[in-house]
C-alpha cells in the first residue's frame, strides 16, 4: 500500500502545534490541536503510523492517556476523557512475565517480577495489582538473584546490579532506560541532560514519559532523575519513598 506522506506530514504537524500549545500552557488550544492530531493519526494506515517520529507518538500517547483518558480503537488514544476515577492508575503487568516474588524492604513490599529471559518488572507494593499477578515462584533464578542484590543494596550500599534485565518497550523508551542505568550510585541527573546524552534535546518530555514508564524500579534508577532546579519530581512510588531512596545512596540529607 502506497505511503501517503503529505498525510503523515499534517499528523506530524498537528502533534507538533498541540505540543507547542502544552508548552505555552495554552490548555484548551492544546486540547483542540490534539484532538485534530488523533483524529488525524486515527485514519493512518499502520504502515503509515510508524512514519510517525516515536518522539511524537510518545508525547501524544502520554498526553491522551494521562489527561485526556483512555486509549480507543487500539491505538492507546483517545479524546474523551476518564470519568469519576481521580485515584492513580495501578501499574500494568508485563505480559511476558511468567513468575513473581514479593520481598519486604525498608520502603515497604516490593513486587519482582521475572520472564523467562530476565527481570521484567519491579514495582512498589502500593502500585501493583495483586490480582493480576502471575504465579510465585520461590525457586525463580532471576527473582533470587534480583532479591539478594536488592537486600545488599539496602543492607550494605551494593551500587551495581547485575541481574539479567527483560524490560519491554518501545527502542525510544529502551533507549532513554539505559540513560537511567547508566546514572551512577550517589548521583542525579534531570531529563534535559538525558536528552542531551541521547543526541536529542527537544526530547525532554518524551524522555519524561519513557522515564515514568520504567517498569523496572531502582534497579533501573529512576528515582535518581531530579528536576532541573534540584526539586524531587513526579516518581510512581511517590516522592517520599523517592526521598528515602535517595537518602539511602547519599543524595540528599536525612531529615533531623
Excluded at 511468567?98 to 515497604?108: D, E, F, L, T
Excluded at 535518581?224 to 512510588?237: A, E, H, N, Q, Y
Aim: net charge positive; aromatic share 8%.
Amino acid at each position: 500500500m502506497k505511503i501517503r506522506e503529505g498525510v503523515i506530514k499534517e499528523t506530524c504537524r498537528l502533534i507538533r502545534e498541540a505540543r507547542k500549545r502544552w508548552n505555552a500552557h495554552e490548555n484548551q488550544a492544546c486540547r483542540r490541536e490534539r484532538d485534530r492530531a488523533i483524529a488525524a493519526y486515527e485514519e493512518l494506515t499502520e504502515g503509515e503510523r510508524k512514519e510517525v517520529p516515536e518522539e511524537l507518538l510518545v508525547w501524544l500517547r502520554y498526553r491522551s492517556e494521562k489527561y485526556f483518558g483512555e486509549g480507543q480503537n487500539g491505538n492507546g488514544m483517545s479524546s474523551k476523557p476518564q470519568k469519576g476515577n481521580k485515584e492513580k492508575k495501578k501499574e500494568k503487568i508485563p505480559e511476558h512475565a511468567v513468575a513473581y516474588r514479593k520481598m519486604m524492604s525498608p520502603v515497604g513490599p516490593l513486587f519482582l517480577l521475572s520472564s523467562k529471559k530476565g527481570l521484567c518488572g519491579l514495582y512498589f507494593g502500593h502500585r501493583i495489582e495483586v490480582t493480576e499477578l502471575p504465579k510465585e515462584n520461590p525457586r525463580d533464578r532471576f527473582l533470587s538473584q534480583a532479591e539478594k542484590e536488592l537486600e545488599a543494596y539496602f543492607e550494605n550500599g551494593r551500587e551495581k546490579f547485575s541481574v539479567t534485565l527483560d524490560a519491554r518497550g518501545s527502542p525510544f523508551q529502551r533507549a532513554v532506560w539505559r540513560q537511567l542505568s547508566a546514572i551512577p550510585f550517589g548521583k542525579t541527573s534531570g531529563y534535559g541532560e538525558l536528552a542531551e546524552n541521547m543526541e536529542n534535546p527537544k526530547a525532554v518530555r518524551a524522555v519524561g514519559t519513557a522515564n515514568g514508564a520504567n517498569p523496572i524500579s531502582i534497579i533501573v534508577p529512576c528515582h535518581r532523575v531530579i528536576g532541573k532546579d534540584g526539586s524531587l519530581i513526579g516518581f510512581g512510588g511517590g516522592l517520599e519513598i523517592k526521598r528515602k531512596l535517595l537518602q539511602h545512596e547519599g543524595v540528599l540529607l536525612k531529615a533531623t
